[in-house]
């Protein structure tokens, strides 16, 4: 695996609103913020580019994501790490309400290759709504993308017709769809750190 040296990281909606058992129910993937945390500190340890995302749901809705409630705010070991990027210019905030950060604000697919990058690191919350939506974008527009399968998580999921998932099986679903449709390459955490470092 290559890592280019101006790939980006894009760091999905990793927000305190996800910590709400009651609003999402059960979780898998319990190491996924320490993989999260090592790839950004990784990244901006290199002077590779991050991209911080955050959903920002209606004001009046009853996501734990909305404006006004702390579930808005990141989760504090990202908080902690933003803003350390900004000098050289390495580091983006994008607000989006919708699934795909390309629908975001501001434009991440015009600053991407206005910063000339090809290829990103896709990390955050959850594997198979805005992480999957936002990895099949990027492979339509021509980005080289990395599913990073243990720097992210989802919750257990009910469908139509009774049907239900848990959260490992929505994300092998989700890694089974991207990579055997060829929107992504999906990787584990060890892999892509030990790609950077090289």
Not at 10 to 18: A, T, W
Not at 42 to 64: I, L, N, Y
Not at 86 to 100: F, I, P
Not at 146 to 165: I, K, N, Q, S
Request: negative net charge; aromatic residues 8%.
């Amino acid at each position: 695996m290559e890592i280019a040296a101006n790939a980006a990281l894009v760091v999905i909606d990793v927000q305190k609103g996800f910590e709400e058992e009651e609003f999402w129910g059960r979780r898998n993937n319990p190491g996924a913020e320490r993989n999260m945390a090592a790839l950004i500190d990784a990244w901006q340890g290199s002077g590779r580019p991050v991209v911080f995302v955050r959903h920002e749901s209606a004001a009046g809705s009853r996501s734990p994501l909305r404006r006004g409630h702390t579930g808005h705010d990141f989760k504090d070991f990202v908080e902690e790490r933003r803003g350390r990027g900004q000098d050289r210019g390495r580091e983006l905030l994008v607000t989006k309400s919708v699934n795909s950060a390309f629908y975001g604000e501001p434009d991440l697919d015009a600053w991407l290759k206005g910063a000339g990058i090809e290829q990103i690191v896709l990390v955050g919350i959850q594997t198979n709504m805005c992480n999957e939506t936002t990895a099949r974008m990027a492979g339509n527009l021509g980005y080289r993308v990395l599913f990073v399968l243990d720097a992210m998580h989802t919750f257990d999921l009910a469908g139509p017709f009774g049907w239900t998932a848990t959260a490992d099986e929505l994300s092998r679903a989700t890694a089974v769809s991207l990579e055997g449709g060829g929107f992504a390459r999906v990787v584990t955490a060890q892999e892509v750190l030990e790609a950077a470092g090289r």
